[in-house]
């Protein structure tokens, strides 16, 4: 743990992986995201879909602290929930936590462009 970082700072994980059928697997990360929503320490899931290849998806996690993700981590490997999408995994392409260093939002005069 680095000085910045300590027990409680919130924890940003980055999952992103191959999938055997995109529609299927999409329905089972669904059902993932309904039963991580009550574990402890969970604060949101962003699924994300590749725009280059439709077997690649991301999934961008935001825990309280390190501990709690490591925690879930472990969790899902007997969770029912889970069992759906784990079993629609090809490959793992990347798995890493991540600590804030910084944080830029766009101005709300951009958020008016983009609608």
């Known amino acids: 743990m680095t000085a910045k970082q300590t027990p ?18 999409a329905k089972a990360r669904r059902a993932a995201q ?16 590749s725009e280059d290849d439709a077997t690649v998806f991301a999934d961008v996690a ?18 029912p929930g889970f069992a759906a999408l784990m079993s629609s995994i090809d490959g793992i392409i990347s798995m890493s936590h991540y600590r804030l260093d910084r944080k830029v939002e766009a101005s709300a005069q951009n958020y008016l462009k983009a609608s």
């Open 62 to 79: 935001m825990w309280e602290s390190l501990e709690a993700a490591k925690a879930a981590g472990e969790r899902v490997r007997t969770d």
């Open 34 to 49: 309904d039963a991580i929503s009550q574990y402890e320490g969970f604060l949101s899931w962003a699924a994300w879909e």
């Open 8 to 25: 409680a700072s919130p924890c940003l994980e980055l999952v992103i992986y191959r999938i055997k059928n995109p529609d299927d697997a």
